[in-house]
């Protein structure tokens, strides 16, 4: 097992080189923070030290080397609109993002899984069929639409929820987090809820999918034919043969459910790194681009990890190459 | 000796979207205490159908249409589905054809043993039914069962899994094992060793044996009584020194001249003329005519009804008197 992270680690560090190459480089080509950053009367004294202060006067491949050797040392850049280091930016929002996927993850799990199981063992029910219907339209309808809907309905029009911004944070065992007070919980409730809908879908029809299979194997039967209790087939023999499909997805999804955060915390006004990077882009604030997305590359490599340990776990039949 | 099982005019059809399957057509028969019964047939006979019927697995779109299924007297299709839960497995066991697919893969032999154990005594102990788990795999042939109870079921060889199961059905005790092709999927000499394990432990416990299969050499080997199935229904049954020495159904000839060891060598291989018929568009009359070498007029319009040799021999033809000549 050990041997098995080493290595993965070892190639994600050639991962990270190339990723930081095509962002780095990619980055660079676009628009010129120059002209965003300085008043546009500045004369043309004034451009040019700030080109030089930035250190964008440096050839390309020299800005890169530049960059590449304070990544080792642990150092991101700093970041041309808040004078901050880019990194520290970054892990001040992550734990708001984190909570909002988090939680929103577990709402798409304790919805989906049971509606999903459901919808497979009765296929042909109204239900289930409404069920499915309506992951449909959690896949296609747009999530920014569906957020200022729900800002509309419950925070407009019914005024039960906040509508923006991240609640009171309240501390439990050391872990500080919104999700901890009261408050909080009804700020992050709608945001999270945004979040999960197209999570919710997925879910669902790969649990629906997962138990359509294995509901019609002859362990199935086998199990039944031993007089074990239908509740006990469905949550034991069923449900643990499912998980392994759904244990990938989630961790896939939960990288992207980070990545791409942008979109719903943009709407909620959520402070957390997707609105940070949208904010970025939009003001060409480069070191705080290019670490942005060292540190979600870092994410999914991480989340593969853990997926491919979690296998392991599920599924005694998956043993990880060069442990026992 | 006393009936375990009695079966009187059992129907199970299947309505599917193509049409309607009489899987299992008005078949009867019965099993003694400790009698091992064979039911032989080829495939899609609707031998598994019987075995599924009798534990109460029937799939949809499948459903017992008609006739009665009594065991140890108690009419088991009125029973309520917590009754056929409380009988499967205790009373009531069944071992499946492949043994690669029926243990759950992601589940510990120990889980899905004492599962079988704790679902019809809630109050035995962990310990206890560790204990009688561990006893009975040992019983089975499996050698260090203590460690092996610890073990997944990849972690088996086919004929290993297969002993799994069968100590699996065995661990209550029941009162009647329905093997459907129990031994098909492994190798010869391990299929020898099942077979005699299992007349072993029926002898010792006075379990009844159903024992499924289209292997007429198996089934003649342990089976004291023999019912040969086609297109759904028994066309012939009786113990086993009539059926395979004197069969009566022309069907039941066949098949024991398609054993290739009746052959002389080098004689091509006896085979019985023609398919078998689909379960969709059966033949009117008897389903065997079109394919029979005694056809007579009556068989292309009529289906036969059974008819009693004596106590334990009934045959379903209209022409098998002139066979036996």
């Keep these: 097992m050990t041997a098995f992270i080493l290595r993965r680690s070892s190639q994600s560090i050639i991962v990270l080189f190339i990723m930081s190459l095509l962002v780095f480089s990619g980055v660079n080509l676009v628009g010129d923070p120059v002209e965003m950053l300085i008043n546009p009367e500045a004369d043309q004294a004034e451009v040019e030290r700030v080109i030089k202060e930035l250190g964008l006067d440096k050839p390309i491949t020299e800005q890169y080397w530049y960059f590449l050797m304070n990544a080792f040392k642990g150092d991101l850049g700093t970041s041309f609109i808040f004078g901050e280091p880019a990194l520290k930016l970054i892990v001040q929002r992550m734990p708001a993002t984190i909570e909002l996927a988090l939680f929103s993850l577990f709402i798409s799990l304790i919805f989906a899984i049971p509606l999903g199981i459901y919808a497979g063992l009765k296929p042909e029910s109204k239900i289930s069929k409404t069920i499915m219907a309506g992951s449909i339209l959690g896949f296609s309808m747009p999530t920014f639409w569906v957020g200022i809907l729900f800002i509309m309905f419950f925070a407009v029009y019914l005024g039960w929820l906040p509508s923006t911004g991240r609640g009171e944070i309240g501390s439990f065992l050391g872990v500080k987090s919104s999700l901890f007070t009261l408050d909080g919980l009804s700020h992050i409730f709608l945001p999270a809820l945004n979040l999960a809908l197209f999570k919710l879908s997925s879910v669902i029809r790969l649990t629906r999918a997962g138990t359509r299979e294995i509901i019609h194997q002859d362990y199935i039967k086998f199990a039944r034919a031993k007089g074990v209790a239908e509740s006990r087939v469905i949550n034991v023999h069923l449900l643990k043969n499912i998980l392994i499909p759904i244990v990938t997805i989630i961790g896939l999804e939960f990288g992207s459910l980070i990545a791409f955060s942008t979109v719903t915390e943009t709407v909620f006004a959520w402070p957390g790194m997707g609105k940070l990077i949208i904010d970025s882009i939009y003001n060409l604030d480069r070191p705080v681009i290019v670490a942005y997305l060292m540190i979600i590359v870092i994410f999914f490599v991480f989340l593969n990890l853990l997926v491919d340990i979690l296998y392991t776990l599920l599924d005694p039949r998956v043993r990880i190459q060069g442990s026992n | ?325």
């Design chain 2, 1 to 325: 000796m006393e009936t375990i099982l009695e079966i009187k005019n059992l129907k199970t059809h299947f309505f599917t979207k193509a049409g309607l399957i009489k899987a299992v057509d008005d078949i009867s028969f019965k099993i003694k205490k400790g009698e091992i019964v064979g039911l032989v047939g080829e495939s899609g006979s609707g031998k598994s159908i019987t075995g599924f019927s009798i534990i109460g697995l029937i799939d949809a779109p499948g459903r017992i249409v008609s006739g009665s299924i009594n065991f140890k007297n108690e009419p088991l299709l009125n029973a309520s589905s917590n009754r056929m839960q409380s009988l499967r497995g205790n009373r009531l066991a069944m071992i499946f054809q492949d043994p690669m697919m029926t243990l759950n893969p992601v589940l510990r032999i120990d889980t899905q043993m004492i599962e079988t154990i704790k679902a019809h005594d809630k109050n035995i102990s962990n310990q206890e039914a560790f204990r009688r788990c561990r006893d009975t795999l040992g019983l089975v042939g499996i050698s260090s069962p203590e460690e092996r109870m610890k073990a997944y079921p990849h972690q088996f060889s086919g004929g290993m899994r297969q002993r799994v199961c069968i100590a699996i059905a065995m661990l209550n005790k029941p009162d009647l094992i329905i093997a459907d092709e129990p031994t098909t999927a492994l190798d010869v000499t391990i299929q020898g060793q099942v077979i005699y394990e299992m007349q072993e432990l029926c002898k010792k416990t006075g379990t009844a044996l159903l024992w499924i299969t289209h292997d007429l050499a198996v089934v003649a080997g342990i089976a004291s009584k023999i019912c040969v199935m086609y297109a759904g229904r028994i066309v012939e049954q009786g113990s086993v020194d009539d059926i395979i020495n004197k069969p009566m159904h022309p069907y039941t000839i066949g098949l024991i001249k398609s054993v290739p060891s009746q052959n002389k060598r080098g004689e091509p291989l006896h085979q019985i003329e023609g398919m078998v018929p689909s379960m969709l568009e059966l033949p009117i009359g008897c389903a065997f005519h079109d394919r029979c070498t005694e056809t007579i007029e009556n068989c292309k319009i009529e289906k036969p009804i059974e008819t009693n040799q004596s106590d334990s021999r009934v045959i379903r033809c209209f022409n098998f008197k002139d066979i036996r000549k």
